[in-house]
Every structure is written in structure tokens, then in C-alpha cells.
């Protein structure tokens, strides 16, 4: 619920929401082919009950090692930041609930924290906590939208919205990466008991999500204005009280669920390198440590956020959840004997390969001139500009009022 937002949030959220939903599905329909046949990777065939399949072999084994290898890069980085920028908004939140411990000691005491994650051996293990952050989300979404209605606007409150194009597309791109979770795509479905429904249960979840998202920031928003450009944890803004406490704590369980839903991809791609994928549970659970003392080291050096976020968004989220599944289907399906081939084709309401190809390249050039362009100029300017200002390591970012 950490959000530094601007006026056409909601807008560019709901655009960004239909896109992403669209590259999803093509995720899906990859990961499908690689389910009728076997998992291909950079090291051979393997069986896929014997595996956990993931991001890079699916693209693997449509592009080849060239793709799977571009694919293992953008997913590695980009998991890593959601990692990282977890441990930060737990910090960030507990501080709200406490302010003896200043953020940075927060840092510290949820990167030990999150050492727990290595114990749960893969997504199987997160149904049950699926179902806690959901809760959490619903409940701080709506005492958020609530609140900010209840209390009304604040006075002398203003509503300018971007000043110049460089907060413009900060804002943009912190809205693209909240989409990362894509990252992470398939091995959701590996974990699915019936991985044939991700389709739609994709697309009702983000049905659920406009339902969260939308009112809350517009209320809050409306209510705080500008005040959100200098406090980019939303929950600082809001009045303490008992119900901001109960939220805060929801927030932290849900965000530590997080962590553990991002980092371990990374755990199975470490394991691999590694040679511990198919070892026994405790040396897999040792390997694992290099992987979160990373994360800890990162998120207590950087502990900015929103910039974060941006620059994430730019540079690794327009590619694993844009760029990438768009080129491989295009590149994959253009020969036609991989469309009579394909277990699934357009969908029903777009019936044409060439549709489909043409929609593609449009997400593809619009991900690249306004995510990995305008978006990385900007993200780089502002996350200079915060460690010019607070310096790395800083022990209490944003701790004013």
C-alpha cells in the first residue's frame, strides 16, 4: 500500500492492468506447450514431474539459449528488486507501529526475519498465506479508502499533479512495476493443482484488484494530495489509531508473505546453478542463504522506496512482463507450422494470428519507448537525486513528518 501517486493513476492502472493481463495469457500458453512435452533448458532436456519449471526454461525452450538466457537476466533482476523492496515496506510499515527503531534497524530486524523463507521448499507451501495476504489487502484497501473519505480533505490540500515530464513517467513506471509478480508467472502454475484455470483465475484476481486499488488511491489521493509526492508509505498520511495499527500489522504479514513468494524463484534458479535443485531438503535450505543475506544487504542500502519501484518497473518489469512474452509468441508462432502446432491459438475473441502479432508489437514498442526510454531516464534522475539527498544506507528514510 506504499504508492506515491499521481492524478492519472487510476487511468494509466487500468491500461497497465488489460496489458499485463494480455502478456499473461501468453505466458500461460507457452508454459502450456512446455507441459505437453518436456522442459527444454541450456543444459538439456529434464522431466518435467522431476522439475520445477520456470520463466526462463519456458522461453527457452521457444527461443533457445539466446532467449532463455535474456529471459534469466530481466526475471533474476527483477525478483530480486520485489524481494528487496519487500524487507523495505515491512521496515517502512513497522516504523508507523513503532518509531523507537528507526527504519534502517527496522531493515535489519525483517531481513532476519525473512531467513525463515528458505525453510518452505517451493509455492505448495504458500496456499495457506496466500489467503492471509488477501486479507490483509482487503481490509488496509478499504480502512484507507474509508478513512480518507471520513476525514476528508486536508486543509490547503492541492492537486497538481505531475510538474514536468520527469515525474510524469517516475509515476508511470512505479504503476508498471506493480505488475512484476509476473516474473513468477509460471511457477504459480507449476504449484496449481489444475494449472488449465490460470487463464481465468488470472483474470478474476485482477477483477478483485480494481476493486482494491482504484477506490483507495483515488479517495486517498483526494483527500492528501501533494502531500504523497513527500511520503511515499500512504499509511504515514493517515491519522494514528487503532484500526492504522491493525492494518500496519496485516501489511508487515502480507509483505513477508511476499518476500517469500519473490525470492523463491530465485532460490529454485540458485539451486540450479548450484547443483542443489535435486538435493536433500537441508543442503537445500543452506544453499539458500547466500541469496537472502543479498536481498537484506540491498534493501538496508537502499532503502528509497518509491524511486525503487520506478526504477525496477523500468528496467526489468517492462521486460519480463512486456517485452519478452510478446517477442517470444511473435517469434514462435510466425511460422505456420507452429500455429497448426500450438496447444492453444488466439483466443476466441480475437480469432487471427496476424491480430495477435500486431497487438504484440504494439505492447512490445509501447513498453520500450515509454517503460525502458522515458521511464529509465526518469527513474535513474530521481534515484540519483534521493541518494544525493539521503545517502545510501540511510537510517530513516522519509521519517519526518
Known amino acids: 500500500m506504499c504508492v506515491n501517486m499521481h492524478q492519472h493513476a487510476a487511468l494509466n492502472s487500468a491500461e497497465a492492468q488489460h496489458t499485463s493481463c494480455f502478456c499473461c495469457k501468453l505466458l500461460w500458453q507457452h508454459e502450456q506447450n512446455c507441459r505437453r512435452k518436456q522442459v527444454c533448458s541450456c543444459s538439456g532436456f529434464v522431466p518435467y514431474r522431476n522439475h520445477i519449471i520456470q520463466y526462463h526454461e ?3 525452450s521457444l527461443m533457445g539459449s539466446w532467449g532463455e538466457r535474456a529471459a534469466l537476466f530481466f526475471n533474476v533482476v ?12 515491512c521496515a517502512s510499515d ?17 531481513g532476519l526475519v525473512s531467513l525463515l523463507t528458505v525453510l518452505l521448499p517451493s509455492f505448495q507451501n504458500y496456499r495457506a498465506f496466500s489467503f492471509l495476504g488477501l486479507v490483509a489487502t482487503t481490509f488496509t484497501a478499504w480502512y484507507m479508502m474509508g478513512t480518507a473519505v471520513h476525514e476528508g480533505q486536508q486543509p490547503g490540500v492541492t492537486h497538481s499533479g505531475p510538474l514536468d515530464p520527469q515525474q510524469f513517467f517516475t509515476g508511470a513506471t512505479n504503476i508498471l512495476f506493480t505488475f512484476g509478480g509476473h516474473a513468477m508467472a ?59 495499527s491493525t492494518a500496519v500489522v496485516l501489511m508487515v504479514a502480507h509483505q513477508c508473505v511476499a518476500f517469500g513468494l519473490f525470492i523463491t ?5 540458485w539451486e540450479k546453478l548450484v547443483g542443489t535443485h535435486h538435493a536433500s531438503y537441508r543442503t537445500k535450505v543452506l544453499s539458500r542463504v547466500p541469496i ?10 537502499f532503502p528509497f522506496f518509491g524511486p525503487v519501484n520506478s526504477l525496477l518497473g523500468a528496467f526489468t518489469t517492462t521486460f519480463s512482463t512486456y517485452l519478452v512474452p510478446c517477442i517470444a509468441y511473435n517469434v514462435t508462432y510466425f511460422d505456420q507450422s507452429a500455429q497448426r502446432s500450438a496447444v492453444r491459438g488466439p483466443p476466441g475473441w480475437f480469432p487471427t494470428w ?20 522515458l521511464g529509465g531516464w526518469a527513474s535513474i534522475k530521481e534515484v540519483a537525486r534521493q541518494v544525493d539527498t539521503f545517502g545510501l544506507f540511510d537510517p530513516c528514510y522519509q521519517c519526518g513528518p
Open 58 to 60: 519456458v522461453i527457452g
Open 78 to 89: 527483477s525478483l530480486l528488486g520485489l524481494a528487496v523492496v519487500q524487507i523495505i515496506a
Open 94 to 110: 513497522a516504523y508507523y507501529l513503532y518509531d523507537g527503531l528507526n527504519k534502517r534497524t527496522w531493515a535489519i530486524v525483517w
Open 186 to 244: 509460471v511457477e504459480v502454475m507449476h504449484a496449481m493443482m489444475a494449472p488449465s484455470k490460470f487463464s481465468v483465475v488470472y483474470l478474476l484476481s485482477s477483477m478483485y484488484v480494481f476493486t482494491l486499488t482504484l477506490p483507495n488511491t483515488i479517495s486517498v489521493y483526494w483527500a492528501h494530495g501533494d502531500s504523497l509526492l513527500t511520503h511515499t508509505n500512504a499509511l504515514s498520511v493517515l491519522p494514528a489509531s487503532q484500526l492504522r
Open 265 to 269: 524463484p530465485l532460490y529454485f534458479v
Open 292 to 301: 537472502v543475506l543479498l536481498v537484506w544487504f540491498l534493501a538496508t542500502a
Open 354 to 373: 496476424a491480430g495477435c502479432f500486431g497487438v504484440n508489437a504494439f505492447i512490445a514498442a509501447w513498453a520500450l519507448i515509454f517503460g525502458v526510454g
